[in-house]
């Protein structure tokens, strides 16, 4: 079974800093998927971005990026600029694809606070 | 908004009783997977339906049980509830197989509450 596992259960960076979020994994399969999802106050889960593991080009999507380490098994979100709507919990994703069954397994998520 | 709807938004119970969660997947997605988010156990997938049928499952317990529509729209069911059973449940779906991101989008979630 695949694990994921986010060390940081919370973090504090200050607004137009840079964070970086951590999380490894744990898989025997080569081809899989890997993401980033935030969950702010609302509480509404909502996609940061995504990596497919046949890409050795990390992911980017605005100020989020991936530092994906395939060998290492890690895979970090990086933050920059932080803005105070970056306040959430951050939560690690993988996912096997087999078909048409493709469950997300979660780490425990890491509370981010973004202060003035 | 994702596009993926679920009703109620909240509700509150006593154990014991039995309930029912709903959701419609957006327009096309042919996936419903059904997860749970409580404080001890995490966000632990339940169970995934495709087109109608059972598809994968994960840590659901035997007094929960789920369907998928013919209009794809999905329930959770949810007996015997105990004070544990508390928790935000969500729905999300994803496209037909083919899609090269397998994205799932998330609804708002059902707040349950079992007193």
């Known amino acids: 079974a695949q694990t994921v596992t986010q060390s940081q259960p919370e973090m504090s960076v200050q607004e137009a800093e840079t964070v970086t979020l951590s999380c490894t994994y744990d898989?025997?399969?080569?081809?899989?998927?890997l993401f980033w999802y935030k969950q702010p106050p609302s509480r509404q889960m909502i996609l940061v971005i995504r990596?497919?593991?046949?890409?050795?080009q990390n992911a980017t999507e605005n100020r989020f990026s991936v530092n994906f380490q395939k060998a290492a098994k890690s895979f970090s979100l990086k933050i920059s600029d932080s803005q105070l709507g970056d306040t959430a919990m951050y939560f690690c994703?993988?996912?096997?694809?087999?078909?048409?069954?493709?469950?997300?397994?979660f780490g425990t998520g890491t509370r981010l606070q973004v202060t003035l | 908004d994702s596009g993926v709807t679920q009703t109620p938004k909240h509700l509150i119970t006593a154990t014991g009783q039995r309930v029912t969660l709903r959701c419609s997947p957006r327009?096309?997605?042919?996936?419903v997977y059904w997860y749970q988010q409580s404080l001890d156990q995490g966000l632990q997938f339940l169970i995934q339906?495709?087109?109608?049928?059972?598809?994968a499952k994960g840590n659901i317990l035997e007094r929960f049980s789920a369907q998928q529509f013919p209009d794809l729209h999905s329930e959770l069911n949810l007996s015997s509830l105990e004070l544990g059973d508390s928790a935000l449940y969500f729905c999300?779906?994803?496209?037909?197989?083919?899609?090269?991101?397998?994205?799932?989008?998330f609804g708002p979630g059902t707040r349950l509450t079992v007193l």
């Open positions: 339906y495709y087109n109608g049928e059972e598809r």
């Open positions: 994703a993988f996912m096997l694809p087999t078909g048409t069954a493709s469950k997300l397994t």
């Open positions: 327009s096309g997605d042919l996936s």
């Open positions: 999300a779906s994803s496209p037909p197989g083919g899609s090269s991101y397998n994205e799932q989008f």
């Open positions: 898989t025997s399969e080569n081809n899989y998927y």
């Open positions: 990596q497919e593991a046949y890409k050795q």
